[in-house]
């Protein structure tokens, strides 16, 4: 009897693992939705970055690859990378860090939930939303005449799936060395914006020096944008970038390396 009860219970866990999840997943959402702040950085930004380039820049041509393609089309794929970052780094960075310095990582660490649970349901929420900004984005896209190729949808998909968990990765491994809520944003803005302009998200990469597309080859958001305009360039011939998405995963294995030694769940600037 103890054997089968033993048994009973171990598969057991899996399913009540599942239901913690779930449950935190539903309880970040609504938490995320209430926070207007952090849904403004994740929609509302790169919407409005979104229709002021395609609006005052998206009427000409731009070379890509040695094809030539809208500058509408062109901004589309950068600006979902920019919404990507800050839904999946500069939001979830400010958030992690806002928890842990007001206590509340603190007392939900001294409930049953284990850590797993709360870090996956977080960043599950990184992911709807990412999924649901993009989604926004290739449909204003569509109206400045930046068309999606129906057989890139999945690849597309999986660029999203891809980038939002190294870049979830990454927040919270950023998280552990910043010590207080007043400096995590300046931190952010101050990484990720020059990042923006060497990338080739706000500036075609044709109009960027050699050497400063270079220095943005070593961090994610360039590939993260490459791999991206592949994806509406009609002339790249499909498929995913798996370089590309190796970098942008490399650097999400390194964040997350980072994170588990790193990480504290009390305040750390008292």
């Known amino acids: 009897m103890k054997a089968i009860a033993y048994e009973l219970n171990t598969a057991a866990k899996p399913r009540r693992r599942t239901g913690i999840v779930a449950h935190e997943f539903l309880y970040d959402l609504r938490t995320y939705v209430r926070n207007r702040q952090g849904v403004f950085f994740s929609f509302a930004l790169p919407i409005m970055f979104l229709v002021i380039f395609a609006s005052v820049f998206g009427h000409g041509r731009v070379s890509v690859?040695?094809?030539?393609?809208?500058?509408?089309a062109y901004y589309v794929p950068g600006i979902m990378a920019m919404g990507l970052v800050s839904t999946s780094?500069?939001?979830?960075?400010?958030?992690?860090?806002?928890?842990?310095?007001?206590?509340?990582?603190?007392?939900?660490?001294?409930?049953p939930v284990p850590a797993g649970a709360l870090i996956a349901g977080r960043t599950l929420v990184a992911v709807a939303a990412s999924l649901a900004t993009t989604a926004v984005l290739a449909g204003i896209g569509y109206a400045y005449g930046a068309s999606l190729p129906g057989k890139n949808v999945p690849v597309l998909v999986l660029?999203?799936?891809?980038?939002?968990?190294?870049?979830?990765c990454l927040a919270f491994a950023l998280a552990t060395v910043v010590r207080g809520r007043d400096a995590v944003m300046p931190i952010?803005?101050?990484i990720t914006l020059p990042l923006y302009f060497i990338s080739g998200v706000f500036v075609p990469s044709t109009e960027i020096p050699h050497w400063?597309?270079?220095?943005?080859?070593?961090?994610?958001?360039?590939?993260m944008a490459s791999a991206l305009l592949a994806v509406y360039n009609p002339h790249a011939?499909?498929?995913?970038?798996?370089?590309?998405?190796?970098?942008v995963a490399g650097w999400g294995v390194f964040g997350l390396i980072i994170a588990v030694r790193r990480f504290s769940w009390l305040p750390r600037s008292r």
Do not use: Q
């Open 65 to 72: 690859g040695g094809f030539s393609m809208s500058e509408a």
């Open 89 to 111: 780094f500069n939001n979830l960075a400010a958030s992690i860090v806002g928890n842990r310095e007001v206590g509340i990582y603190k007392r939900r660490r001294a409930t």
């Open 159 to 168: 660029d999203v799936v891809v980038f939002t968990f190294a870049l979830c």
């Open 188 to 190: 952010v803005m101050a």
């Open 212 to 223: 400063l597309l270079r220095v943005a080859g070593f961090f994610p958001i360039r590939h």
């Open 237 to 247: 011939g499909g498929g995913a970038h798996w370089t590309d998405l190796a970098v």
